[in-house]
């Protein structure tokens, strides 16, 4: 017998009519008939006697109403006491992450956890997916937010369906910066910045194909904040996921995408079989839930 068929009997009472309850419940009223006969069939009572005005209690059904009332009064007891016990959690989640587009999941996600769970803070540690996947191996980062391509072999994770977008830095008044797209021939001519990471240094050796060994690499860099600042006095230009470069003083630094079209996603992980804090725990479920949804 489930708890949702005893609240559908109880209303039947309280409405005296399966049509009425139906209404009230936002189900057909076929549907209400049916639940309600394979309850009787189920526990092999009758429990209503119904009339062409109304519904009325068999015995049975009298008995069955008070045990349903008091069993759904624990019911909601039990339920209250339960949520009064997760809202009484509390502890600090870290969550690394780089400077990409995918940070703005963040927000509503972590809003939505906050409102239930007040107690609960967050760390937010920004590094590149490789040195975020250390510190998730030594259990110093519950939650990584990572830029592939990346080795999630021993990681759940949620892939999100955000393109992040690889653009070039450029002063704004460079002659690069008047154009809409920069190719791979353009930049061969100039000093480079790259990104510290190899698995993304293969990515753009695919990309800039035959003229990658004739780069003038001056710089990698594991942060794109810190390559701008070169880029802003002119020593080179710099290869960078844009995530948040929109968020910069463009009379500062300018960002053109490259051509052809050059693209990565992330995911959102957390190392398989590791031992959680009942917070961070929490937190993993309510990413499951929250992204099912979106």
């Given at each position: 017998m489930e708890i949702r068929v005893l609240r559908y009997f109880l209303t039947v009472v309280r409405e005296e009519s399966i049509t009425k309850a139906a209404e009230v419940l936002h189900i057909t009223q076929p549907t209400l008939s049916r639940q309600l006969s394979q309850m009787e069939e189920e526990i092999g009572v009758r429990l209503f006697d119904r009339g062409s005005r109304r519904i009325t209690l068999t015995n049975e059904g009298l008995l069955l109403r008070r045990r349903a009332e008091e069993i759904l009064q624990l019911v909601d007891k039990t339920e209250k006491?339960?949520?009064?016990?997760?809202?009484q959690i509390d502890g600090k989640i870290?969550?690394?992450c780089g400077e990409i587009a995918s940070v703005g999941q963040l927000p509503p996600l972590i809003s939505a956890f906050h409102e239930r769970h007040p107690l609960v803070t967050f760390d937010l540690y920004t590094a590149t997916a490789d040195h975020v996947k250390e510190q998730m191996d030594r259990g110093l980062v519950d939650i990584g937010l990572l830029l592939e391509p990346i080795d999630i072999e021993k990681y759940d994770f949620i892939r999100l369906?955000?393109?992040?977008?690889?653009?070039?830095l450029m002063r704004p008044d460079d002659p690069l910066a008047e154009k809409e797209k920069i190719t791979a021939g353009e930049l061969a001519k100039h000093p480079l910045i790259l990104p510290h990471r190899l698995k993304v240094q293969g990515e753009l050796a695919s990309w800039f194909g035959d003229h990658?060994?004739?780069l003038q690499v001056l710089f990698t860099s594991n942060l794109?904040?810190?390559a701008a600042m070169m880029v802003s006095q002119g020593l080179a230009y710099a290869i960078v996921i844009e995530g948040a470069v929109p968020f910069w003083d463009q009379a500062k630094i300018a960002h053109r995408p490259l051509f052809p079209n050059l693209t990565a996603t992330s995911v959102l992980a957390w190392k398989r079989g590791q031992p959680f804090s009942p917070a961070a725990t929490r937190f993993i479920t309510h990413i499951k839930c929250f992204l099912s949804m979106a």
């Open positions: 006491e339960l949520l009064e016990q997760e809202e870290t969550i690394g369906d955000i393109q992040e977008r690889w653009v070039v990658y060994g004739r794109s904040t810190n």
